[in-house]
């Protein structure tokens, strides 16, 4: 398996791929993890929303994260990378490896966060990423904020609940 990290605006995905990542996620967090939570949160369509997948020979994705911009109270923003996931026949393949490695050379020295599911945090911080607050439980996962860089204002509570699910 040799795949390759692509990586757009939503504007700029073909419909068929798009389709192909919104199922992916849809299979993954609402059937798969029995969380019944709208995926379609509107962050997808935000200007500075980049979504990352890989494909199969045939094109079809198999494994996708997005990465947005979280604009906090105090005019500052913060990078957030969310729904993460991949095929579960897929799993263990290296597929997530190539998704953050390509997200975080794209961020750069830039301050970042994600909500890890808490079995994945161990994953998370091969990357540098270190808790930053209590764990919490959202839609019956529990998941620990992690951090990446430069400590910002943390995310109110309120906001930090929406935030995109992870999962592998």
Known sequence: MNPTVHSAALADIDPVTLYGLMQLRVDVFVVEQECAYPDLDGRDLEPSAVQYWCTDLDGAPIATARLLTDEL?????????????????LRGNGLVRLLID???????????????????????????YVADGPQFVEDGIPHV??????????????????????CE
């Open 73 to 89: 109270p105090d005019g500052t923003a913060l990078l957030r990378i969310g729904r993460v996931c991949t095929r579960h026949e």
């Open 102 to 128: 390509r997200i975080v050379s794209d961020i750069g020295d830039r301050p970042s966060v994600l909500d890890a599911q808490a079995h994945l945090e161990q994953m998370y911080a091969r990357w540098g």
């Open 145 to 166: 904020p992690m951090r990446r860089g430069e400590r910002r204002r943390r995310i109110p509570e309120q906001d930090r609940n929406s935030s995109p699910t992870l």
